[in-house]
Nanobody
Framework: QVQLVESGGGLVQPGGSLRLSCAAS????????MGWYRQAPGKGRELVAN???????NYADSVKGRFTISRDNAKNTVYLQMNSLKPEDTAVYYC??????????????WGQGTQVTVSS
C-alpha cells in the first residue's frame, strides 16, 4: 500500500505565497506521475499541476506563471510553490500519485487534502 501525506496549507493574504508538500511512502516501485488537484466549495475537482517521470510538467491555465511544481526523487516528495495567490485559489488541495507498487500493480492514490484560504 502507498500513502500520500500533504502539508503546508493555511491562510494567506492575497498576493502572498505558500508551499505545499506531498510525501509518498509505502510500497513504491515506480512513480509515474504526481500532481496537485483542488476543489473549491460547490465546484468539481480540477487539475492544478502535475509532473511526470520524465520531469515534464503541466499546469492549469489559471495558475501558469504563479505556481511551480517540483519534486525530490530521493524523498518521493512533490512540492507546489504558490505565489501571487488570489482569493479564487481558495480550495482544498489534494495530492495525487500514479504509482506502481510492483511491475504488475499500478494505482491512483490520493492524499487527505489540505485547505488553502486566500483572504484579507
Amino acid at each position: 500500500q502507498v500513502q500520500l501525506v500533504e502539508s503546508g496549507g493555511g491562510l494567506v493574504q492575497p498576493g502572498g505565497s505558500l508551499r505545499l508538500s506531498c510525501a509518498a511512502s509505502g510500497r513504491i516501485f515506480i512513480i509515474n506521475a504526481m500532481g496537485w488537484y483542488r476543489q473549491a466549495p460547490g465546484k468539481g475537482r480540477e487539475l492544478v499541476a502535475n509532473i511526470i517521470s520524465s520531469g515534464s510538467t503541466n499546469y492549469a491555465d489559471s495558475v501558469k506563471g504563479r505556481f511551480t511544481i517540483s519534486r525530490d526523487n530521493a524523498k518521493n516528495t512533490v512540492y507546489l510553490q504558490m505565489n501571487s495567490l488570489k482569493p479564487e485559489d481558495t480550495a482544498v488541495y489534494y495530492c495525487n500519485g500514479d504509482i506502481r507498487s510492483s511491475f504488475y500493480v499500478r494505482n491512483d492514490y490520493w492524499g487527505q487534502g489540505t485547505q488553502v484560504t486566500v483572504s484579507s
